[in-house]
């Protein structure tokens, strides 16, 4: 049996693809700014925006500025649909998800977050209904580092006060989250339960060989009794 099981959030408790989405592509067309510039601009700044350096107004006038079209309306349209989006996705969080952690908590496991995050997900994040279930939540934009940087796993066994082999930490596999956390002696799982609903440019990860998957949410509880 496992004492913790650790989670990322998107793509594993959640996903950004029901519903609403709104991404690069979104915002580009939204603003007239041209699709492939606004990508490059905005992923050079992921990880700026994943560690707390910049929000997501300061990284939208960032870009905006370098493409040579930024206006106010600009930042707080895209922030403002960003919003609308996020509420979209944490008002239909999976009844599955809520089962899965009700039954780890059962089983007396304990619950951690690692999740990479901007600042307006982090908000949604702490408001939303599974985090009550975290007994340690580690997110990126707080913390001021991201995954994979072994760090935040070591921060969150040391929170749980548990070995890394008494961890379970399950993910999509995004930023390669599962390497790092059976580099750092965690067993690792990929979650594939959303997997066919990602598109391209988005998809986080490929299916991993090298991992052993689960496609349905309740499969973790056999995997932390193991």
């Known amino acids: 049996m496992k004492k913790a099981v650790i989670f990322d959030m998107f793509e594993t408790l959640v996903t950004l693809f029901e519903g609403k989405t709104y991404f690069g ?49 600009k930042v707080k349209l895209a922030a403002s649909k960003r919003i609308a989006a996020l509420d979209d996705t944490f008002s239909n969080i999976p009844a599955e998800s809520i089962q899965l952690l009700k039954a780890l908590k059962a089983e007396g496991i304990r619950i951690g977050l690692i999740t990479n995050t901007f600042n307006d997900e982090r908000d949604k994040i702490r408001e939303c209904p599974l985090f009550p279930f975290f007994d340690v939540a580690l997110i990126s934009y707080e913390q001021g580092l991201c995954k994979p940087d072994e760090e935040l796993f070591r921060r969150m066994t040391d929170a749980l006060q548990v070995s890394p082999e008494e961890c379970l930490y399950v993910g999509d596999g995004g930023s390669r989250e599962l ?16 997997h066919d609903r990602a598109f391209e440019p988005h998809i986080p990860c490929p299916l991993l060989a090298e991992f052993p998957h689960a496609d349905h949410p309740m499969e973790i509880v056999e995997y932390a009794r193991a």
């Open 25 to 73: 592509e979104n915002i580009a067309a939204d603003t007239g700014a041209d699709p492939v510039q606004f990508r490059k601009e905005w992923n050079a700044i992921e990880k700026d925006r994943s560690i707390g350096t910049y929000t997501i107004e300061e990284g939208l006038t960032i870009v905006f500025k370098k493409l040579g079209m930024y206006t106010e309306e």
């Open 179 to 194: 390497y790092a956390a059976r580099d750092y002696g965690m067993q690792a799982v990929q979650c594939t339960w959303f």
